[in-house]
């Protein structure tokens, strides 16, 4: 029990949304209808012949390039289409996708004009029948006569002008440049050795239509020499994943790789949305094998009849592990125990561990009310854990989760949060969200469950080209610095998340190299600092952002063990290389060694992110106890998942090291703040995770959180009391308002996060006139992230400090205002019956030095009720 817990803000009352300013700037004009008829004519021409014809389909299909019906159809538009998916449904059209163009992408000559920069281009794709390739005929020919659109038909007027191109769905659409890469990664030499790949066909709703492109992706793969390993079907309400698994001879893959325009390749198939490599979720556990130790004498035990609160899915922990024992159940629902040798069981154990008890030396206090459900979807191996090769890993993670959470027989219904501590091999975000991650994205809105994340571990050296190994060793702290922070900007591309990170509702959790123990020998010959022994930085191997939409990933960084670095000479370069081996550092964790227990120390991502569940876990008990805000109250599992979800990034500061580099940042960006802003985000996201602050309140100051549920356009009011004494003071002061929310997703538009909540802050005027209040009742001003940055993702935080050196003066009544917002952030796909749950934390703190109770003051004026303004 803590003496400063956090408060419950009392509940809001719901109005409008205020609107927002209307985006004035100026769009591209396009080239009018003529222009457009001149550009684009030939091809409705070419199906305005066809049509004229005894067998149209048969003369469409003539051109494996051409439109046809039934074939994917791309809409490539300069700027985006208001109500298009709208537009498209009215008459028959269904959007497969909406998605924004890479910023590389050439506007066509014709259509640039002084208002080019404010492009954005857009790519629409569709699957038309017979009968919509007419009915788009006779909108062409209608547009180019002059004619107004029929009632809802607009959307695709504004296309037609707005029109950069139109064409099929090809391979260099189904083939992405990450995947090509990958797969030639992959390939053996012998031409005749297997290689598999995942075939994803297009998520249409005609269950029909996936049914007639599976059984032509089975022929063509199979007139190939291949076969078909698995296919998976899941047809759910906002989430439809059709694709099977295939084995190839290297010689076909190698084939495609290098003519995949080929008329009857494997590339060409139709129904095909993508061709992947094989997704092989993996986790990488350190495997050395120093002395067993055996600190298990002085752990208290669990509570045997405590419910399931975390859901673990990875390999097979240890559950008899005297660290373990009684806190772990093993559900084997996949029939993959069996293929795990004990001796091989270490990364899921050593996550069990820290979650259940955290650094065994520094910590080992049992995890609260609660035990952990693991689900194992890996198989232990000798050097790593990785998902079993002969089904699809989507799949197998969806009935996981089904039997975690679904039904009479549910096996956690109790449990909010699920450690997903797993990357996708070779699978680093470059734009495209996988299947995998939309999955999790599905499953956070639809069940209210809150998915820890790891960023990734990047096996890859950091080279720094142009400097030996001696002279980077001879070089200043300072130097080492800058040639490593260069080195990371010129290899970014290499070095990012790993999927399903990338994912929009969960947390992603990024590795802070740091310990809770004191190393436990000198530091090894070789071995070289690359920061100060009281600096707070990410870890060289930990994955960097940003996330999908450009949002903030990571999240935030957890302890995850100090890394140690070694500097490795090359002709013209030094290499820097994570030790990933050493004894030395780390969190000390439980493991198998020489096939019996023992404990060993571990570093890396999935650290960082057991580090966080175990926070997040605590932080429950904490609200829950007796004096916590929620003492009696039964929180929904929702409702946990959503105000821990808020606590944690709330807890979350930049570092002084994040701070100095910003500062590094802003000289080298010639004071453009967006972009220096954003280039630490990539690295420290939200900041360096606070344990202690997810459960009590800053020492000199208080943390309010509160819930609440909107649907599109509205707003929910909470009244926050201000503390009396800070009125007219001379003090420094800072606040953070932090918003957490799951939004629906939908993976066809180009802005797949449909929800977004924000938040204002209000006052009054003499007359009683709303009005906004830019500096939040106590002059603050924007601190570390803007409101720019902070919207892209599914966590609103804003960050303030004090504007002027004193607290502008106001009543003993005073009550800040605060608006929580919610607005339609897809451009047309939130519906006004989706109910929008969320949690709001707020905190706010002044200097260390002063005499003013905060907290105190707060949890007083809650005590005796707060008055609304104007009441």
């Not at 707070?536 to 960084?557: E, N, V, Y």
């Not at 010639?670 to 939200?686: K, L």
């Not at 957490?740 to 209000?762: C, D, I, K, N, Q």
């Not at 006139?769 to 603050?780: K, N, S, T, Y």
């Amino acid at each position: 029990m803590t003496d400063r817990p956090i408060l419950r803000l009392p509940n809001p009352s719901i109005t409008d949304r205020l609107k927002a300013r209307q985006d004035k700037r100026r769009r591209p004009k396009g080239v009018g209808r003529q222009g457009q008829g001149a550009r684009l004519g030939g091809q409705f021409k070419r199906l305005e012949e066809a049509f004229r014809g005894e067998n149209p389909d048969f003369l469409l299909r003539q051109d494996p390039a051409g439109i046809a019906p039934e074939r994917a159809l791309v809409f490539e538009s300069i700027l985006p289409i208001q109500n298009f998916q709208k537009a498209a449904a009215r008459i028959g059209f269904e959007l497969l996708i909406e998605d924004r163009i890479d910023d590389d992408y050439e506007i066509p000559e014709e259509l640039v004009d002084e208002n080019v920069e404010n492009a954005q281009p857009m790519l629409y794709a569709t699957m038309p029948t017979d009968a919509d390739l007419r009915r788009l005929l006779q909108m062409w020919n209608a547009y180019q006569r002059g004619d107004d659109p029929e009632r809802g038909l607009a959307p695709w007027w504004n296309l037609f002008g707005m029109l950069a191109d139109i064409r099929v769905w090809g391979p260099q659409d189904r083939l992405t440049p990450e995947a090509r890469t990958e797969l030639s990664y992959r390939l053996s030499d012998d031409d005749t050795a297997p290689i598999r790949l995942e075939l994803e066909l297009w998520p249409t709703a005609n269950a029909d239509q996936r049914a007639r492109w599976l059984i032509d992706t089975r022929a063509r793969v199979e007139s190939f020499g291949g076969r078909i390993v698995d296919a998976r079907s899941i047809n759910e309400t906002g989430f439809i994943y059709e694709a099977v698994l295939v084995e190839m001879p290297s010689l076909a893959v190698r084939e495609m790789l290098d003519n995949p325009f080929a008329p009857n390749g494997l590339a060409s198939i139709e129904g095909l949305q993508f061709v992947l490599p094989q997704t092989v979720g993996q986790s990488l556990p350190d495997v050395s094998d120093g002395e067993p130790q055996l600190p298990f004498q002085d752990l208290r035990p669990f509570d045997a009849e405590a419910p399931i609160k975390v859901v673990l899915l990875d390999g097979t922990p240890i559950a008899g592990h005297p660290a373990l024992d009684g806190g772990v159940i093993i559900e084997d629902v996949h029939d993959i125990v069996r293929l795990s040798q004990v001796a091989h069981r270490r990364h899921a154990t050593s996550m069990a561990s820290l979650m259940l008890r955290g650094d065994l030396l520094a910590d080992g206090a049992p995890m609260p009310n609660g035990r952990v459900l693991a689900i194992p979807v890996l198989v232990d191996q000798e050097r790593d854990a990785i998902s079993p090769n002969d089904r699809l890993f989507v799949d197998i993670v969806h009935v996981a989760l089904a039997r975690a959470f679904l039904g009479e027989n549910a096996l956690a219904p109790e449990a909010y949060l699920v450690n997903f501590s797993i990357g996708v091999k070779g699978a680093h975000f470059a734009g495209r969200i996988s299947s995998l991650a939309r999955l999790l994205d599905w499953w956070a809105d639809q069940q209210g469950i809150l998915f820890h994340v790891s960023a990734g571990n990047v096996s890859e050296d950091l080279t720094i080209p142009n400097m030996t190994a001696t002279a980077f060793e001879d070089a200043s702290a300072e130097e080492r610095r800058g040639h490593i922070e260069e080195a990371q900007r010129n290899t970014r591309h290499k070095r990012t998340l790993m999927a399903p990170s990338e994912a929009m509702n969960v947390i992603t959790v990024g590795a802070a190299s740091l310990d809770e123990t004191a190393p436990a020998a000198p530091a090894a010959a070789g071995t070289i600092p690359v920061h100060e022994d009281d600096e707070i930085t990410p870890a060289l191997s930990s994955a960097i952002g940003l996330g999908a939409f450009r949002s903030i990933k990571p999240d935030f960084l957890a302890t995850s063990g100090e890394h140690e670095v070694r500097a490795m000479p090359g002709a013209d370069h030094v290499r820097l290389s994570v030790l990933g081996q050493t004894q030395r550092t780390g969190l000390n964790v439980a493991t198998v060694q020489r096939g019996s227990p023992s404990t060993y120390r571990a570093r890396g991502t999935s650290c960082a992110n057991a580090m966080a569940s175990r926070a997040s876990l605590f932080a429950i008990s904490a609200l829950s106890e007796t004096d916590g805000p929620y003492d009696g109250i039964d929180l929904t599992t929702r409702d946990q998942a959503l105000i821990t979800k808020a606590l944690s990034v709330n807890a979350s500061r930049w570092p002084d090291a994040a701070i100095t580099r910003y500062r590094r940042e802003m000289v080298r960006l010639a004071g453009n703040h967006n972009q220096a802003r954003e280039e630490i985000c990539r690295y420290y996201g939200h900041g360096t995770l606070n344990e202690a602050l997810m459960r009590e309140a800053p020492d000199y100051g208080a943390t309010l959180v509160g819930t609440g549920t909107l649907r599109k356009d509205q707003a929910a009011i909470f009244n926050v009391p201000m503390p009396p004494s800070l009125a007219g003071e001379r003090i420094e002061r800072s606040m953070l308002v932090t918003i957490a929310w799951f939004s629906p997703v939908l993976a066809t538009r180009a802005r797949y996060r449909l929800a977004l909540l924000e938040a204002v802050a209000h006052g009054h005027d003499l007359l009683g006139e709303l009005i906004d209040d830019d500096g939040w009742a106590l002059d603050m001003k924007v601190g570390q992230l803007n409101k720019n940055i902070i919207k892209r993702g599914t966590v609103w935080s804003h960050r303030m400090v004090h504007n002027g050196p004193t607290v502008p003066n106001f009543g003993g009544d005073k009550v800040l205002p605060i608006r929580v917002q919610c607005r339609d952030g897809s451009g047309g796909g939130l519906s006004p019956d989706d109910d929008i749950r969320f949690a709001l934390a707020v905190t706010l703190e002044v200097e260390s030095e002063t005499d003013l109770d905060v907290h105190a003051e707060l949890q007083e004026r809650l005590r005796v009720g707060i008055r609304s303004p104007g009441s």
